[in-house]
């Protein structure tokens, strides 16, 4: 059992080991703070004045359209280019993670994050903040890549998901600051924007000095032949000398792992498609909530209630606070409740909210009107309540369960293809919601809660559950025992597949 393979596998939390978890979930706040800093620049007057005046033509006309006043594909591309980028970039990413290992992968991400910050920070025209976009996307699909990958084979079997998930902590917590930078920079005329947008730098240049500190993952350096410092590596991150059991289970796995030549292509053997269809469907969904729709563009959403720009800015700090809180509760609950349990129930919680949120704009808000001042602010609950069922659950799931479900010999390549996969879709969404706003209008909303129902289905029929099972046993203990995946498994042509 699960439980016997814990007990044999002994670990203690060092001052050093914490330090590698928080140091590397930097590379989440450095997401995060994208994230959120996106939506606030985009809704800042001097930042639309210098690059997109149309855009803010039309948010300053006397009849504007609450549902249309941003639509312009330029704009949208400022904020999506990242993800292009961030696609692209995982794959080289992948081929870093396996080659260099994780911990160089990391210094890269930071490293080119910095450059973006620099540029968009000190841009004058449009080719330089999409540029420096770009910068900023790569830095995201090296980071995305390499983060939950190390946090999740630094960390003993008994806390991985606690420990995976502070990379989706430290997202939120950069939301949130972002958010308080964007609030207090709206006031700063007329380069407010220059400084929001420069301050990414920080978390990458903290990215920069964790990734000189921390320990390389101990799969990685077996993984590429370097047994004795894998096992140096394990006795580090363990805090403890008695690491033989799992060491040889480690070295087990990388030695079947060594066999397989083409990890790519065994992904799609039949044994492969059961990982590669829940990681990379995980994170369809994962977007699919509506969680970057409300997050990205949380102050227009705001102002197209009615609220002025502050005060909408100071919504989205409400909304970015209520992250970061629910996100410790995923914390605290994923290892002893498991992963399927907070899946659920956030399913049935935001379906409720973004009906209610979609109900109360279809009936009360017209196209140039505004909000009464109490459903605008039930909204703003509405919101919430959305946010923290999503932090709690399709958040940090949509980086641990893809993070913890490969074997060795294709976890970078599998990952890869979930990183892009959410970013082809975190694109998607960037690229259309405001454009799908201005022509679904509230409907959106049930657009976004009918994908939520789906989501429960699926999780109820195709998601095993993965609590406290050892990453190296996952394919035995979890794949092979499912009443559906189990199928796609079968000895001969496992043995095929090892030699692929």
Not at 250 to 279: D, H, M, N, Y
């Amino acid at each position: 059992m699960a439980n016997n393979d814990i007990e044999h596998y002994k670990s203690k939390v060092t001052p050093y080991v914490f330090a590698c978890w928080i140091l590397a979930a930097f590379g989440g706040l450095m997401f995060g703070y994208d994230i959120g800093i996106s939506g606030g620049v985009t809704a800042m007057d001097d930042f639309l004045i210098k690059f997109f005046p149309n855009v803010h033509e039309r948010k300053m006309h006397v009849s504007e359209n609450n549902y249309c006043k941003y639509d312009d594909q330029m704009l949208q591309l400022f904020t999506s280019s990242l993800y292009i980028a961030a696609l692209i970039a995982s794959f080289f990413a992948s081929r870093a993670c396996t080659l260099l290992g994780r911990r160089p992968t990391i210094l890269m991400a930071s490293t080119f994050f910095i450059g973006g910050a620099c540029l968009c920070g000190a841009a004058e025209a449009k080719w330089m903040l999409i540029v420096g976009r770009i910068l900023f996307g790569i830095g995201v699909g090296f980071g995305n890549e390499a983060v939950p990958l190390f946090l999740t084979e630094i960390a003993p079997v008994q806390h991985r998901g606690a420990v995976n998930i502070l990379f989706q902590l430290f997202v939120t917590i950069g939301i949130f600051i972002a958010n308080l930078i964007n609030y207090a920079t709206s006031m700063i005329h007329p380069n407010g924007w220059r400084i929001s947008l420069g301050l990414a730098a920080v978390p990458g240049c903290v990215l920069l000095v964790g990734s000189l500190i921390i320990t390389e993952t101990p799969s990685s350096l077996i993984e590429r032949g370097k047994e004795d410092e894998g096992k140096k590596a394990l006795k580090k991150i363990r805090g403890v000398d008695e690491v033989d059991a799992e060491f040889r289970q480690i070295v087990a796995a990388c030695e079947q792992g060594r066999q397989v030549k083409k990890p790519f292509k065994k992904l799609f053997k039949r044994s492969g498609i059961p990982a590669l269809f829940v990681a990379n469907i995980i994170q369809v969904f994962q977007q699919l909530t509506g969680i970057n729709a409300i997050m990205f563009y949380a102050p227009v959403l705001f102002q197209t209630l009615g609220f002025k720009s502050d005060a909408s800015l100071l919504s989205s700090v409400i909304t970015g606070l209520v992250n970061v809180g629910a996100t410790f509760v995923s914390i605290y609950l994923v290892d002893k409740v498991g992963r399927r349990k907070l899946l659920l129930q956030a399913s049935v919680q935001m379906f409720i909210s973004q009906v209610a949120i979609g109900a109360i704009l279809l009936t009360h808000l017209s196209a140039t009107g505004t909000l009464h001042k109490g459903l605008a602010a039930l909204v703003v609950i509405l919101v919430c309540t959305f946010v923290m069922s999503f932090a709690w659950s399709w958040g940090p799931m949509g980086w641990l369960i893809p993070s913890e479900i490969f074997p060795i010999e294709t976890r970078t390549a599998g990952f890869a293809f979930a990183v892009s996969t959410n970013m082809i879709f975190t694109f998607i969404i960037a690229q259309a919601f405001l454009s799908m706003m201005c022509h679904m209008r509230a409907y959106i909303f049930f657009f976004f809660s009918a994908w939520i129902l789906v989501m429960g289905l699926f999780v109820v029929f195709l998601l095993p559950e993965t609590k406290g099972i050892p990453i190296e046993l996952i394919e035995e203990r979890v794949w092979k025992q499912h009443p559906v995946w189990k199928k796609f498994y079968d000895d001969d042509e496992g043995k095929r597949d090892d030699m692929a």
